[in-house]
């Protein structure tokens, strides 16, 4: 997988693809990285990468051509890979969209600056535009760290434990169960004993229980498209007829 990224802000991204997992992947051939700065592709004196917005206004935009020149002279001329826009205004982000990326070859990130840019960009060069989420961060560049993140981890291999990505949170669609390392007393607080008591068939029956109801508690939309098995109709079903006896008590 080779991800492009192209920014005014090289800098940033540096420290944390040269680190943990991402390094690691990196090292093992299973993702490269490469980092354009926008501005090499400014062609006048100062090397400028926005301009005044037409029509007046406070803020700066990013320009149109220094970002035509970089994309296209890295990628072809049209791009031959997806070129994603990373912009509060995109499609949110989830594990789906992490998923369907991973499958590709190569992706080219355009992270943004200022307070936006040249319309003609989203229009005529971007093939997708991604949001990480209803706020408002003052660039791209962590947006794409965010989705590099979350899609190298999906390659197989990146992880220790192969099977790691699909245990996980959102894959499908249920939250993780509570985890626990020693101590196994900490201020009174006990580690659960049937963690402890060494029957996997049993552990594996409750880290199933505990992320169907912290899912059903917490986040109610996953709930729903979530597949229940039979055992796991059973015992919700046991929970809610505990839940009314209680409260008929
Ligand atoms: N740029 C600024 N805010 C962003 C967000 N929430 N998602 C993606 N890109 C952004």
Same mark, same amino acid.
């Given at each position: 997988?080779?991800?492009?990224?192209? *920014? !005014?802000?090289?800098? !940033?991204?540096?420290? /944390?693809?040269?680190? +943990?997992?991402?390094?690691?992947?990196?090292?093992?051939?299973?993702?490269? /990285?490469?980092?354009?700065?926008?501005?090499?592709?400014?062609?006048?004196?100062?090397? *400028?990468? &926005?301009?005044?917005?037409?029509?007046?206004?406070?803020?700066?935009?990013?320009?149109?051509?220094?970002?035509?020149?970089? !994309?296209?002279?890295?990628?072809?001329?049209? %791009?031959?890979?997806?070129?994603?826009?990373?912009?509060?205004?995109?499609?949110?982000?989830?594990?789906?969209?992490?998923?369907?990326?991973?499958?590709? %070859?190569?992706?080219?990130?355009? =992270?943004?600056?200022?307070?936006?840019?040249?319309?003609?960009?989203?229009?005529?060069?971007?093939? &997708?535009?991604? +949001?990480?989420? &209803?706020?408002?961060?003052?660039?791209?560049?962590?947006?794409?760290? !965010?989705?590099?993140?979350?899609?190298?981890?999906?390659?197989?291999?990146?992880?220790?434990?192969?099977? =790691? %990505?699909?245990?996980?949170?959102?894959?499908?669609?249920?939250?993780? /169960?509570?985890? /626990?390392?020693?101590?196994?007393?900490?201020?009174?607080?006990?580690?659960?004993?049937?963690? #402890? +008591?060494?029957?996997? =068939?049993?552990?594996?029956?409750? #880290?199933?229980?505990? +992320?169907?109801?912290? *899912?059903?508690?917490?986040?109610?939309?996953?709930?729903?498209?979530?597949?229940? *098995?039979?055992?796991?109709?059973?015992?919700?079903?046991?929970?809610?007829?505990?839940?009314?006896?209680?409260?008929?008590?």
């Amino acid at each position: 997988m080779l991800f492009d990224i192209f *920014t !005014v802000l090289p800098e !940033v991204l540096f420290p /944390y693809l040269q680190a +943990s997992i991402l390094q690691r992947a990196h090292e093992a051939g299973l993702v490269e /990285y490469q980092i354009h700065n926008i501005r090499d592709w400014a062609t006048d004196k100062h090397h *400028t990468t &926005d301009d005044e917005p037409y029509g007046g206004g406070g803020g700066m935009v990013m320009k149109v051509e220094p970002i035509f020149a970089a !994309v296209e002279d890295v990628l072809g001329k049209p %791009p031959a890979c997806p070129v994603i826009l990373m912009t509060p205004q995109g499609r949110v982000f989830n594990q789906q969209i992490a998923r369907e990326l991973a499958e590709q %070859p190569r992706i080219a990130f355009l =992270a943004g600056r200022y307070e936006g840019l040249d319309e003609r960009v989203r229009r005529h060069l971007v093939t &997708d535009e991604i +949001s990480i989420g &209803d706020y408002v961060l003052t660039g791209g560049e962590l947006p794409a760290l !965010v989705l590099i993140d979350a899609i190298t981890r999906l390659l197989p291999g990146a992880l220790g434990d192969a099977e =790691a %990505p699909m245990k996980d949170s959102h894959a499908e669609s249920l939250l993780e /169960y509570p985890h /626990y390392t020693r101590p196994a007393n900490f201020r009174g607080w006990e580690v659960p004993e049937i963690l #402890r +008591s060494g029957n996997h =068939a049993l552990v594996e029956r409750w #880290r199933r229980e505990q +992320s169907l109801l912290r *899912t059903r508690e917490r986040r109610p939309d996953l709930f729903e498209k979530a597949e229940l *098995t039979k055992k796991d109709r059973e015992f919700l079903a046991k929970i809610e007829a505990n839940q009314q006896e209680a409260e008929s008590e």
